[in-house]
């Protein structure tokens, strides 16, 4: 595709449901990144992947939140148990490789509200 | 702990003048910069990159500025037009491929 896309664009919850949001980052690209922004903030480092493999977790808020990537594309954050504090927009990043120092792409966001 | 954060939360220029958007950073090991522009519902946009190599880099009509000493950052629009106007992020690669980003600063570029 000719950008990273995520969806649903947006996604209205009850407190104590699961959410999965989904990630399709630009083709070959090998990194990818998971933030979070809440209102009036700036983004939040969740996870990143390189290819499958996640080597950094250590920016999930909870063990309610996981991701994971297959065949080095696609990827979903899941919440579990959603509280209203998980309100927020969740972005996902892409990047050609990694090592910090290229360019990451964003998606438009998922919108996330939990009431 | 380490802290990437904004000086001026909104910043309100004429169209036509220049405008500095300031940001400080906290880690000396920090060695990459990054400056965004977020438009109202999109994601954020590349704008420029920085090395901790460099003090000073152009872009189109942009310009970054990096001062190690005093661990600043400033990201410079010339001539901005209504097009500017947005959420400007600076964020700051600590390595382990792990961004911190600021609050952002509102830039509203009055026609």
């Known amino acids: 595709g000719a950008g990273v896309s995520q969806s649903p664009s947006n996604k209205v919850t009850e407190k104590g449901k699961d959410v999965e949001l989904r990630c399709d980052p630009i083709s070959g690209h090998t990194a990818l990144y998971w933030y979070r922004q809440s209102l009036g903030q700036g983004l939040e480092f969740l996870i990143y992947?390189?290819?499958?493999?996640?080597?950094?977790k250590s920016g999930l808020p909870s063990d309610r939140f996981s991701a994971e990537r297959t065949g080095g594309s696609v990827s979903t954050l899941t919440i579990q148990r959603t509280q209203q504090e998980d309100s927020a927009v969740y972005l996902c990043?892409?990047?050609?490789?990694?090592?910090?120092?290229?360019?990451?792409?964003f998606g438009p966001g998922t919108r996330l509200l939990v009431l | 702990g380490e802290s990437v954060g904004l000086h001026l939360p909104t910043l309100s220029v004429q169209e036509g003048d220049n405008s500095i958007i300031n940001c400080a950073y906290s880690?000396?090991?920090?060695?990459?910069f990054i400056w965004y522009k977020q438009e109202s519902g999109k994601g954020p946009q590349f704008i420029i990159d920085?090395?901790?190599?460099?003090d000073k880099r152009q872009g189109q009509r942009v310009t970054v500025l990096l001062n190690k000493t005093m661990k600043h950052l400033s990201l410079q629009n010339a001539a901005t037009q209504p097009g500017d106007s947005a959420v400007y992020f600076c964020?700051?690669?600590?390595?382990?491929?792990?961004?911190?980003f600021g609050s952002g600063t509102k830039l509203n570029v009055k026609p």
């Open positions: 990043a892409s990047s050609f490789r990694t090592g910090g120092q290229e360019t990451q792409y």
């Open positions: 964020a700051e690669n600590m390595g382990f491929n792990k961004f911190y």
């Open positions: 992947f390189q290819g499958n493999s996640a080597p950094d």
């Open positions: 880690n000396s090991a920090s060695d990459y």
């Open positions: 920085i090395r901790s190599n460099m």
